[in-house]
């Protein structure tokens, strides 16, 4: 049976990944090849210097104003933006809430989910649980609890994290992003051949979609242009 894979370079503590997530879902709901794509979470640390969880005391608005040098009524503009944006597909995106924090070990919780088969759901688990309810997603315990939610065993969770495991698989998963020049998330790769860089809308996904299914040419295709992202230096 002819298979197409779809691999998606995110991270948790991003929420343009979100909604391209939510985008590809749409796109994927209406190609009518639906039943043979795999899509694969890849890792992406947005900030791999970040504490575990980061102070609480200070507001996302107040964080991006200095990230970005700029007024805080232009960040909470930009929070606004986003916000909109995420409601319109769906998502509730709370600002309000986020607690900052290392993704690394979600990374690897969320290859360990790979090899399980429930890497969409825990997946999904994660990005709500950050975007949405606030959780403290560069906590151990925390993660143990959400991926247990979403199907993995806790015992094994616990186990993963406790050691190094899968950090050679989110460290491999870097590397590629460096050597394809991803330098923001989400960054979509249909077939191994096209590549899709930002939350694009629904349409031009399917678009790819169908082009990577229909065509069987030996060379790379070019990438798209690009849509909103989040990069090192913050989300656009």
Request: proline letters at 5%; aromatic letters at 8%; one cysteine or more.
């Amino acid at each position: 049976m002819k298979k197409l894979r779809v691999d998606v370079w995110s991270d948790i503590a991003c929420p343009w990944c979100y909604v391209g997530k939510r985008r590809l879902e749409a796109a994927l709901a209406r190609f009518p090849h639906r039943d043979a794509v795999e899509v694969v979470w890849r890792a992406f640390e947005l900030d791999p210097t970040a504490k575990r969880v980061v102070d609480a005391d200070v507001s996302y608005a107040e964080r991006l104003a200095r990230k970005y040098g700029a007024p805080l009524a232009k960040a909470e503009g930009m929070i606004r933006h986003m916000t909109d944006v995420g409601a319109a597909d769906g998502l509730s995106l709370r600002f309000d809430k986020v607690r900052p924090g290392n993704t690394f070990d979600a990374h690897r919780v969320l290859h360990l989910a790979a090899e399980r088969g429930v890497q969409g759901a825990v997946k999904e688990r994660l990005l709500r649980a950050y975007m949405t309810e606030g959780e403290a997603i560069g906590e151990p315990e925390v993660l143990v609890r959400l991926a247990g939610e979403a199907g993995l065993d806790p015992a094994e969770v616990h186990a993963a994290l406790a050691g190094d495991a899968y950090t050679r698989e989110v460290r491999a998963d870097e590397a590629e992003a460096r050597a394809l020049g991803v330098t923001g998330v989400p960054f979509f790769v249909f077939a191994g051949r096209y590549g899709v860089s930002g939350a694009q809308p629904a349409e031009p996904l399917l678009g790819v979609l169908q082009q990577a299914w229909d065509e069987a040419a030996d060379e790379p295709g070019e990438a798209l242009a690009e849509g909103a992202a989040c990069g090192p230096e913050g989300c656009a």
